[in-house]
């Protein structure tokens, strides 16, 4: 999974040991969260090879958001964009909006960055700011 990172992230990773370990728990995350699921599908006589978007448990979402928003601290405003939006990018595509890179750079230019840490795992509030982000781009063009 690591190496399937782009080559600008995989520079990063070998240069800031903060990014790296953050990207290796992600990755062992997806493949914990995967084995179980398929566990459960085995059980249920159902299988699926689909890869599910990973979103930390409710219960540690809050204290995950604040380490993820730690490591932001000291580094430049366009990195910290950066690392958020590549966490931001596959929610907001699993909303189904048609161009979701442009919406999510959208969104990480308009909403603060704390702010939009906080709700891009809430759906709800992820699907009114993508709607509100999609509405004004319509009414541009």
């Known amino acids: 999974m690591i190496l399937t990172l782009k080559k600008k992230d995989l520079a990063t990773c070998l240069f800031n040991k903060v990014v790296l370990k953050t990207k290796i728990r992600q990755a062992k995350d997806a493949l914990d969260i995967f084995q179980e699921q398929q566990h459960q599908q085995q059980q249920q006589g159902v ?35 950066q690392l958020l939006g590549d966490r931001l990018f596959p929610l907001v595509k699993s909303t189904g909006v048609k161009q979701a890179p442009k919406i999510t750079i959208r969104l990480l230019d308009s909403v603060p960055l704390d702010e939009l840490a906080y709700s891009m795992y809430d759906k709800e509030k992820l699907k009114h700011q993508v709607s509100r982000i999609v509405s004004t781009i319509s009414t541009r063009y």
């Open 47 to 81: 299988s699926s090879r689909a890869i599910p978007i990973v979103a930390p448990k409710p219960q540690d979402l809050s204290e995950e958001i604040e380490k993820f928003l730690d490591t932001l601290k000291g580094l430049a405003l366009h990195e910290k964009k």
